[in-house]
C-alpha cells in the first residue's frame, strides 16, 4: 500500500483509506508510521487447487527498464517436489481433456507443408 501511496499521491481514494484506517486502527497507525517500504522481489506463493490440493510456486519479479511500473512475474514449480509432481497431473488431465472435446473432421485434410518463419 505504501508503494502505491508513493507512487500516486494524488490518488483520493487510497488516501482517504490511509486516514481512516490511521483512525480506527492504532496498530495501522503506528505501522503506518514507521515507514517501512517491502517489495518482494522473490518468494513462494501457495495456492489451494479444487482438485489436487495446495500447491507452491517459486516467483520472481523483473522491473522493465524504461517503462515505469511495468513488471514481469514469473512462476516456477522446483521439478521432483510435491507441486512439481500436481502440476504434471494437472497438465496430462488438461491435455487429455482437451484431445477429447477436440472435433475431428470427418473429410481427410489436405496435407500441408510446415514452414519455417525463421531467417536461414
Not at 3 to 17: I, M, W
Not at 29 to 52: I, L, S
Not at 92 to 107: D, F, G, N, R
Amino acid at each position: 500500500m505504501r508503494l502505491e501511496a508513493g507512487r500516486d499521491p494524488l490518488n483520493t481514494q487510497l488516501t482517504a483509506l490511509i486516514g481512516e484506517l490511521s483512525t480506527r486502527s492504532p496498530l495501522f497507525r503506528q505501522d503506518w508510521a514507521r515507514q517501512d517500504v517491502h517489495q518482494h522481489r522473490t518468494g513462494v506463493k501457495a495456492f489451494r487447487h479444487p482438485e489436487v490440493g495446495l500447491v507452491e510456486v517459486a516467483f520472481d519479479v523483473f522491473e522493465m527498464p524504461g517503462e515505469a511500473g511495468l513488471q514481469i512475474v514469473t512462476y516456477s514449480v522446483p521439478p521432483g517436489t510435491d507441486s512439481a509432481d500436481k502440476f504434471a497431473f494437472l497438465a496430462s488431465w488438461a491435455a487429455t481433456t482437451h484431445a477429447e472435446t477436440t472435433p475431428v473432421s470427418a473429410e481427410p485434410s489436405e496435407a500441408v507443408e510446415p514452414t519455417s518463419r525463421m531467417a536461414e
